[in-house]
Structure formats: C-alpha cells, structure tokens
C-alpha cells in the first residue's frame, strides 16, 4: 500500500495541505488552507478527499475503474442534493503528488465542530437539541431522497457540525445510490446501522428474504438508530441487524420516553415495507417528543401545538450556495497516459512542496526551450544597395519626430474618439425618450416587476435540467434582475402562497409555460 505524500505541500496553486485528518480504505482525508480565500470566509480551511487507487493492494484496471466511477459518483450525488444540512463540494481536481503518483481529489468544506459521535461522547445531549439536529439531518436526507439518491450510511460518525455546532450537515455519499430500483445490493454501511436489506446475513431469522430494492425506508432505519444514539446517550450495539424494543434503564421514566419507544421501533423492523416510508413521515412521529418534555418545575407540562410539524425545517450556516461548482470528470491511469510514474505534457498539474530541506526540482514542470527564427547575416551594402532601387543612406533619412509631439498626438486621439462614443450615447438616449413620449422613468423600472400566473419551478441555471431550488407559486411578485433568450434570473418579492423551509428567493424562471404563454403578468 502507497500513501500519498502531500502533507506540507502546495495543491493546485492554492490549497497549503496542512494535516492528514484520516484514512479509508480507497481514500485519504487532508486539512488544507485556501491561500486564495478572504480571511473573514467560512472555506479559509477544506478538505482534501484524495482518490488513492494504490491503497488496494490487488489492484487492476476493472477495480481502478470502479474506485474512479464511485469517486466521481460521490460528486454527482453532492451536487444533485445541494442542501444547507449536506456537505457542500467546493471543487475538484486531478495531481500529482511529492512523489509523482497521480491521484483524483474534491474539495469539501471543513466542518470543525467534528462528528456527532464525538459530540455525544463529550457531552450528553438534551432532548431539545437532539431533536434539534435530527430535524435538520431529515430536511438534508429528504431533500436527497426528493433528488433519487439514498444514503445507505447514515451514522453519528457522518454528520458533522459548524464550529459553533448549530448545524448539522450529512457527509459521506461514497456509497450513495442514485435510484431505489438498482440492483443488486451490496453489503455497505456500519452494521450497527446497517438495515437488515443491507446485510441480509446479520438480519434476525435466517428465513428472512428481501426484495433486492434500496428504498429510502432503509435511510429511515439508520437515522432511527442515530437518533437513538443522541437522545439516550447509548450505542444500538445490542441491537445490530435487529429491531430496537426497549430503552435504556436510565431514560425509561422519562415522560417522552413511550412515546420514543414506538417510534424507533417502528423504523427499525425488519420488513422494509412496514417501517416510515419517508424521512417527512418519521420526523412527524419523532416531532410530537417536543411537547412531551419535563419543564423545569419538575411538573410536565401539557402543550398543545399550533400546527402539525409536516416537514424538518433545514439551517442555513454562513457560507452555503445553492450553485454547485464545474461538474468534476475524473479518468483511470490508462486514461491518463500513466506510464511508469511519467505522464503526457497535458497530464496533471504537480504539487508543490512547502518545505525548504525538501528539493524543489523534481516537481518543476518541464518546459521546452523557445526557439526562435535565425538571424540571417547582414549583406554588404553594395549588395543592398544593388538590390533595393529605393534605398537611401541614414543621412539622408527623414529625422523621427520628437516623443513629445508623437504623445500629445495619441493623446488627442484618443480624447476625440471618447468624445465622439460619449455624445453618441447622449444622441441615443435622446431618441429614445422621444420615441417613448411620456413614459416616465418611473413606469420603466416598474416594468421590472411582475406576477407570476401559475406555479413556476425556480431552478439555480438557466436550464431546464438544472437543480429545482423551490417554486415560484401563482400569485408571487418577482423582480427582474436579469435575462437570456427564455429565462428570467429573478429575485422573489413575495410568495403566492406559504413559502416552504427550503425555497429560495433567488433563482431563475422560464419566461414561458410548455402552451407557449407568458409566465410573469407584468401588467398586474
């Protein structure tokens, strides 16, 4: 097994790799410094995930194939779930480490608040900031599940907390799926949190048989057990690749504690089919905990709720976008022209070392010398001469003007042609408000605002096939902040109608439905 000799080093001329945070069993997890970031932005400090493929000891080219497939997999799931409460991909890229091995990476936000397993074993958790966290763990897994992709890994070791540990962001979709119908299973996952669809050999009763189906039910498994682990302080080991049927001695007596008790015992059977179907439906289950709490007067307060929570609502920290970066399209070593630890001129950029004992030339690029044309010989001048009828000799040619003379010339060029764009401008501006008659400025800038006459999805591109980032319902005012040939890039006034938690404000709209009429009123 090769590791990868980055530490101490510069990456793609702008990440300082700092520290080797972790090791998996295709890929290795960096700390690493954005030299090019504002000081005062959240990203100053990323995460480098390094595609290792040397780090398989039986390596050939189906399983080089297959690591590079499923890292590249990982990317396209992060940004088709772009989400506040999913880890955010920053970029991507492919290099060449100290020692000259080609590896892949993506650029992630570093979360320095650390995981939740951490979290819970330093500090044992209230009810109301367990809860907390799970609702945003289920906005971040509904929104993937809404976008045809299931976790399969959901754990307290893959959620991970800002700094000031408000928010909760689910990391790790290496072994992500893009649709519940693709078959077969594989064994993946924690067996601890691991449904038994998973790992049909740890699952209770070996007459036990599933339907090869990954469904987002066994994402409500896993995030059943999770929640166990943060509301009760203790690990489901007992229950791996079984239903949970009781609690821990010391929660028992706790006024909420029946009620928990159904819950997560009903996402943990082993019928897929009879758990929640969908992360919104056990967030509503787990959500009715909340008013079921001991008071601080030690008596339990009766609290009746205004409205059904129907939906996890998510938490924005300071530094998400919606707009995911280039979509990243990673290739094998053959691919590569990879051949002996050399790669073609156009290969991979190499890092460079940030350590002064360290040599520095082995990493500098090879670059060809310039050649340039020869210089024919000077002729004498009785052969020029003899060759060009028009020659003169020096003394005879007409002096250059003055330099100063050449300047005020430019100069003034330069000023008349300015002057001549400026009061074309102004020649224009006038036909166009005379052509508008009374049409006031005012009445302009209002035309800038509509309404929109039916639901329009909003989407982060001027594309069709781009993400849906919320709706634009009937009855909303938008404002025009920009347009191409069929979209209008718009900033949304005010909602139609109640705005759901992960609608966004910004985004863009097609001007047209698919009949061919207008979307936005721009007379009302």
Known sequence: MRELALKNSRLDRRYDVLDLLGRG?????????????????????????????QMQNDLDPDLERTLVENFQNEAIALDRVRHPNVVSRLGHGTAKDLHGAVFHYLVLEYLSGGDLAKHCREKTLTLETSLDYIEQVCAGLAHAHRHGVIHRDIKPQNVLLTEDRKTAKIADFGVARFSASETPITRVGTNIYAPPEHSPLLADGADTHFEAEVTPAA??????????????????RFFAGRQIHELPYAVRQEPWAGAFLDVVSRA?????????????????????????????????????????????????????????????????SQELKYRDGRISAKGPTPVVSLDANRPQSVHRPVVEPQRFPAI???????????????????????APPPRKKRKFFKRFAVTVVLLSIFGGILYGTRLIIGSLGSLSIGSLLAAKTGTTVRDVPLRSEANARSTQIGWTPTGSRVKIVGETDSWFEVDIVQFGRAREDDWLTHGWIAKKAKSGEDNVDFAR
């Open 25 to 53: 069993s295709y890929a290795e997890i960096f700390l690493a410094r954005d030299t090019i970031a504002s000081p005062q932005s959240p990203h100053t400090q990323v995460v480098i995930k390094a595609l290792n493929v």
């Open 219 to 236: 994402d409500v498994y896993s995030l059943a057990k999770t929640a166990y682990v943060m509301i009760t302080g203790e690990s489901p």
């Open 268 to 332: 943990t059977r082993q019928d897929p089919s009879q758990r929640h179907q969908t992360v919104e439906e056990f967030w509503q289950d787990l959500a009715r905990l909340k008013h079921l709490q001991q008071p601080h007067t030690g008596e339990i307060e009766t609290q009746v709720s205004a409205r059904r929570e129907q939906t996890p609502r998510a938490h924005v920290a300071r530094g998400y976008t919606p707009f995911a970066p280039q979509k990243p399209a990673f290739s094998t």
């Open 376 to 398: 024919p010989s000077p002729k004498p001048a009785s052969d020029v001469t003899a060759q060009t009828p028009e020659y003169r000799p020096p003394d005879v040619l007409p």
